[in-house]
């Protein structure tokens, strides 16, 4: 109940930041600017024993077998069971305009049986594009944040011992192809497509330059005419508009994590004219078996006499009460969080109001 008292203070101020002017660059993609996304299939070795089970995981004894070989080591028809060996996927994001020799983190996961990946280094991996082309290879020393150790009666994991990164583990072999020069226009696809904030992105750009600059598409676009800017290149025309601000515009919305109980909602959240009322029912079944058994020197058999226990407790709840027109959902909340509604039980009353039509947001569920 502390928790969501303090997300509700926090989201209940007066705006600032939900009012406030957002520079460009945070609300929009440049046109071509972005990354691309690497994976590859390699070794881990020199783990204490947490390696692959080789029987469990034959794909890591064949890319073993496959790697030796191209160093030179014959091992067809050899029997090895190593225990410092797994088979990893190793994923990476190449950025916009990476420079050959330019070098990138990488993510490396276990898809065998392995127990942690602590201490290992990966072996030289490709890394490959959705063209299938190699653009950067990864290789050094793994970091796991997980720990995992057990003994013959029990065991411990902290984390995901499992998956690990390596800081700067992958050096860029190839470029992608692309001309930012050569476009004429950029366009600018917004994060969250909105008709208001498109509109106002094209009107702050083009008073920034003084002359029709920007031209609006759509919801989600903006289009940019690089000759009109009077830049000297399309980077130049790009660094002079991203830090433009602009005051963005979002739609009514509620978070509701299920899980930990969390609402997370926006200011401008509103609730049409409706009548409140919750209460709880618990409904409680106990069993207390009686042994009966015979005197000692009796004959008879020891009997097992079921004995249940049922009740229904009904909490008083909260009276039925009216919400008037335009209230917001904060005011809401926090009438219901001074009267000790749990959160759980909030959940069940937004998504009541949501039912009833009576809640004006859109209303997510996690």
Do not use: W
Request: proline share 4%; with cysteine; charged share 20%.
């Amino acid at each position: 109940m502390t928790v969501l008292r303090i997300l509700l203070v926090c989201l209940t101020l007066p705006s600032l930041a939900l009012a406030g002017s957002v520079r460009l660059k945070d609300l929009v993609e440049f046109d071509g600017v972005r990354g691309n996304d690497l994976v590859g299939y390699g070794l881990v070795v020199g783990l204490n024993g947490t390696g692959d089970g080789l029987r469990n995981a034959p794909f890591t004894e064949e890319i073993m077998t496959s790697m030796l070989e191209r160093l030179g080591v014959n091992v067809t028809g050899e029997q090895f069971r190593p225990k410092n060996v797994a088979a990893v996927f190793v994923t990476a994001s190449l950025p916009a305009f990476a420079r050959v020799g330019g070098q990138i983190d990488v993510t490396v996961s276990a898809i065998g049986d392995s127990k942690s990946l602590l201490g290992g280094t990966l072996i030289m991996t490709p890394l490959k594009a959705a063209d299938g082309q190699i653009y950067a290879v990864a290789q050094g020393t793994i970091l796991s944040g997980g720990v995992a150790a057990e003994g013959r009666a029990a065991s411990v994991v902290s984390g995901v011992p499992t998956s690990g990164v390596i800081p700067s583990g992958a050096r860029i072999e190839r470029e992608i192809e692309f001309d930012l020069a050569e476009l004429n226009t950029v366009r600018l696809a917004l994060r969250e497509a909105d008709f208001t904030t498109a509109s106002r992105i094209e009107t702050a750009v083009n008073r920034a330059f003084n002359r029709r600059v920007a031209v609006m598409r759509d919801s989600g676009t903006v289009e940019l005419d690089i000759a009109s800017t009077g830049a000297d290149s399309t980077a130049h025309a790009i660094s002079r508009i991203e830090n433009i601000a602009v005051e963005p515009e979002r739609k009514a919305r509620v978070v509701v994590d299920q899980r930990s109980g969390t609402i997370v909602m926006g200011d401008d959240v509103r609730l049409s004219r409706v009548a409140v009322s919750q209460g709880n029912l618990t409904l409680r079944i106990e069993e207390s078996p009686l042994v009966v058994q015979p005197n000692p020197f009796a004959a008879g058999d020891t009997v097992v006499v079921p004995r249940t226990g049922a009740s229904i407790d009904q909490d008083g709840g909260i009276s039925l009460a009216e919400v008037p027109e335009g209230t917001s959902l904060s005011q809401v909340v926090a009438g219901l969080n001074a009267l000790g509604v749990s959160p759980r039980d909030m959940i069940d009353i937004l998504k009541s109001l949501k039912a009833a039509g009576a809640l004006h947001a859109e209303f997510v569920v996690r």
